[in-house]
């Protein structure tokens, strides 16, 4: 079987390799990576482009010196999102052993692609890299020309540090093994995917304390920052669902292989009566909910006459959109989840015919 294998340390690659040389049927994995980059680069252009666009639009549609780090975060987020889940992935690939690995062998891990692999420590590093590109980016003499330069930069240096990645990654799973659980509930791996989210949520929108409709100066039962208040959450919660939907099943099933999770991470969902509801009902609900919320909100902070950030408004009125996205995710990944465990059972049972024969 592959799936012990996995877990005594170097001869992982090599085993599966044994195993299926000689296949014409399994492409070797500079042919893989290949394939598999001319969607990635699309993709990291067109992620970039939102992110980056509407933070330019709501900053009025420049970018200066005051907003490199608010937008190199952006990007060191986005860095992380895309790195974050590689070792899970290849975990995968590795054990149902679709793709050639020869080219790994004899390619052991150093030490530096080991503590430059880490996801946050590429995402801190990047963000710097960034921060200098924008510095670089804000010399040309036309703001046409300094944000063209950096839609069209940063997406090439988010793929280079995804390829440096991708490789620590598939050597790290060969050179060592995982002894013990990392994640013992979806509940906390969901957590830090919501924090993380809600950062990005805040850098991208904090622009918009220079727009009049969220001005605090009417004060904060103006219908008009009300509103605008209502519609900003609208829209963060819509892009949120929508990069929710990626599926996570391949990367449950690695983190499965290499022992990361356990078949106890998720046991029920929360509210599975709200689960029942239609999605349409549902969005409803929240909609006057968050209305009720903001308003509530506002006549709190009126009347004891605080003063609060942008960003801390913004994520107070977003609260009730929060815990919807949180048990948005939660019900998508725990299904994800069950068919991963359905698909390792599949797996170990076809491995066990196999080695009958």
Same mark, same amino acid.
């Given at each position: 079987?592959i799936l ?13 390799l044994?195993?299926?040389?000689g ?5 070797d994995?500079?042919?893989?990576i ?12 067109l992620?970039?482009?939102?992110l ?24 060191? $987020? ?25 080219f790994?062998r004899g390619?052991g ?14 995402a ?6 960034f ?5 670089g ?14 839609l069209?930069i940063?997406? $090439? ?9 991708r490789?620590a990654?598939?050597?790290e799973?060969?050179?060592?093994a ?6 013992r509930? &979806?509940?906390g791996?969901?957590?830090i995917?919501?924090?993380f989210?809600?950062?990005?949520n805040?850098?991208?929108i ?7 409709d969220f001005?605090f100066?009417?004060?904060? &039962? ?8 209502l519609?900003m ?14 599926n ?7 983190r499965l292989f ?7 991470f998720?046991?029920?969902v ?10 349409w009902l549902r969005? $409803?609900w929240?909609?006057v ?5 903001i308003?509530t909100?506002a006549l709190?902070?009126t009347?004891?006459g605080?003063?609060?950030w942008f ?6 009125s977003f ?6 996205y ?15 465990c359905?698909?390792?059972f ?5 491995e066990k015919?196999?080695d $009958?024969w």
């Open positions: 079987m012990p294998v996995i877990n005594r340390g170097r001869p992982c690659i090599v085993a599966i044994s195993q299926f040389k296949s014409a049927v399994i492409p994995y500079l042919t893989f290949r394939f598999q980059d001319k969607r990635l680069l699309p993709f990291l252009y992620i970039a482009f939102i980056l666009g509407f933070y330019w639009k709501n900053n009025d549609y420049v970018i200066q010196h005051n907003d490199a780090w608010f937008v190199s975060g952006i990007l060191a $987020l986005m860095v992380y999102n895309v790195v974050n889940e590689l070792k899970a992935f290849w975990a995968y690939k590795c054990a149902i052993g679709n793709v050639d690995l020869s790994f390619r891990l150093s030490k530096v692609e080991k503590r430059l692999s880490q996801p946050l420590l590429i801190i590093l990047s963000g710097l890299v921060w200098a590109l924008i510095q980016c804000l010399l040309l003499p036309s703001p046409v020309y300094q944000t063209g330069s950096l069209i940063s997406p $090439l240096i988010v793929y280079l540090l995804f390829r440096f990645a490789h990654c598939i050597k799973i060969g050179a060592e995982i002894d013990k659980v990392k994640y509930h &979806l509940r791996y969901v957590y995917h919501v924090i989210t809600l950062i990005l805040v850098l991208t904090v622009p918009l304390k220079n727009n009049a001005s100066s009417e004060g904060f &039962l103006s219908a008009r920052l009300i509103v605008a208040t519609m959450c609208a829209i963060v919660l819509a892009l949120n669902l929508a990069f929710a939907r990626m996570k099943c391949y990367v449950f099933l690695g290499i022992k990361e999770i356990d078949f106890y998720s046991r029920s929360p509210c599975p009566s709200l689960l029942n509801k239609p999605f969005m $409803l929240l909609l909910i968050q209305l009720l919320w308003a909100l709190a902070l009347l004891s605080w003063h609060i960003a801390a408004w913004f994520l107070l609260l009730p959109s929060a815990a919807y949180y048990l948005h995710v939660y019900w998508r990944w725990h299904h994800d989840f069950m068919m991963s359905d698909m390792c599949r797996w170990r049972e076809i015919q196999s $009958l």
